[in-house]
């Protein structure tokens, strides 16, 4: 099991980035995926996970209204658009394998290396 995040950068408040999940050594179509944060000093924080063909999502109140997940499983890629960023956005993102209820408990799920997101105000 491979995932590679990119996309990740400096950017002012108020502008957007887009990252991407490259997954690879498993059928990526038959999981749900989630994405993972975790700032400086902090613990990990779920922010939003997607089914397996895209239908049923949900966010975590940080980003809610703000971020949007999204999937191509003919591409084998994972997407997190995120507008309007803040400061506390701040942090180093991961992709998940698995849904919210397992996405935090790394013994049980494959992360990412992470893409690093800096939103200067």
């Known amino acids: 099991v491979q995932l590679v995040e990119s996309g990740g950068g400096t950017v002012q408040f108020g502008e957007s980035l887009r990252l991407s999940c490259a997954a690879s050594?498993?059928?990526?179509?038959?999981?749900?995926m989630s994405w993972v944060r975790q700032a400086p000093g902090e613990g990990p924080e779920w922010i939003a996970d997607?089914?397996?063909?895209?239908?049923?999502?949900s966010y975590g109140d940080s980003v809610r209204g703000r971020f949007i997940i999204s999937r191509d499983n003919a591409k084998n890629t994972l997407y997190l658009q995120m507008n309007n960023l803040k400061p506390e956005d701040t942090a180093l993102y991961y992709c998940?394998?698995?849904?919210?209820?397992?996405?935090?408990?790394?013994?049980?799920?494959?992360w990412g290396q992470g893409t690093q997101v800096i939103v200067s105000s």
């Open positions: 998940v394998r698995g849904p919210r209820s397992i996405a935090l408990h790394r013994a049980d799920t494959y």
């Open positions: 997607i089914s397996t063909g895209g239908g049923i999502i």
């Open positions: 050594g498993f059928t990526f179509s038959r999981y749900e």
